[in-house]
């Protein structure tokens, strides 16, 4: 996978469109997603924006689930086919869009 594309891609669309990002990754690339979100929050910091319009969040599939519950609008999923029908399941209880 492209980590770095993955990631960004999708919060620089949603910062545009004037959203607040939480972003989970996988429990394997947390260094480099921490990394990543650091330097994104800096920019927004240097340009006048709040920091915290984009924050991450590391954990297993309990950590997912709970971050689906929690009253999201919209869900992005980048994983596998296996992963993504779990977490269009549990979506698909509070009818949160996944895109």
């Known amino acids: 996978?492209?980590?770095f594309h993955n990631l960004l891609g999708q919060i620089i669309s949603a910062i545009f469109?004037?959203?607040a990002?939480?972003?989970?990754v996988s429990e394997y690339v947390t260094w480099s997603s921490q990394f990543y979100i650091t330097i994104v929050q800096k920019?927004?910091?240097a340009y006048g924006h709040s920091p915290d319009l984009v924050q991450?969040?590391?954990?297993?599939?309990?950590t997912g689930v709970?971050?689906?519950?929690?009253?999201i609008d919209k869900l992005t999923f980048i994983g596998s086919p296996q992963v993504g029908?779990?977490?269009?399941?549990e979506a698909a209880k509070t009818l949160t869009p996944v895109v």
Do not use: D, E, Q
Request: charged letters at 5%.
């Open 17 to 19: 469109a004037g959203n």
């Open 85 to 89: 029908k779990l977490v269009m399941a």
């Open 43 to 45: 920019i927004l910091a």
């Open 1 to 3: 996978n492209y980590p």
């Open 56 to 62: 991450i969040v590391i954990g297993f599939a309990p």
């Open 21 to 24: 990002i939480v972003v989970k």
């Open 66 to 71: 709970a971050l689906i519950n929690s009253g």
